[in-house]
Structures are given as C-alpha cells and as structure tokens.
C-alpha cells in the first residue's frame, strides 16, 4: 500500500496503542504537533475524519486488511 507520511505516522500510532482506543485529541497531538492547549477549535479540525476515510479506501482492496474503527472515545485499528 502507498501511504503518505502523515498516514503511516496515523497507522504506525494506532498500531502502538493496538487493542486501545486513542482519543482524538491523543491523534491530532502525536501525529500533527497539534497544540489542544492553546488552540480550542480542535474538535473542528477534520484532518483525522479525512485520513481515516483516505486510508480505508486503500485498505478496501484487501479482503482481510486491517479496518480502523471509529468508538465514541476515538479511533483504534484492528488487525
């Protein structure tokens, strides 16, 4: 699969945490340099929604790839 560098960071952190869900504000955080503290607007942001969607659909070329699941609390991946 061909990823983005912001892609395989977002891949590569869920994989970490495998088997826990991770906030998004933990995401935007670690994968972006994303300041929450100083910024209030960062439930607005979209960038998580956007990779998400973007890497689901490489993945759905492979019928037992990973899926990323969207919980209340956040995101985790299953493998």
Request: proline share 1%; net charge positive.
């Amino acid at each position: 699969i061909n990823l983005t560098e912001k892609e395989f960071y977002f891949l590569f952190f869920l994989l970490q945490n495998k088997g826990n869900t991770v906030s998004k504000e933990k995401l935007l955080h670690e994968v972006w340099n994303f300041n929450i503290k100083n910024n209030n607007s960062f439930f607005e942001s979209r960038v998580v929604e956007t990779i998400v969607s973007k890497i689901r659909k490489k993945f759905n070329q492979y019928n037992k790839g990973p899926k990323l699941i969207k919980e209340k609390t956040g995101y985790k991946i299953l493998v």
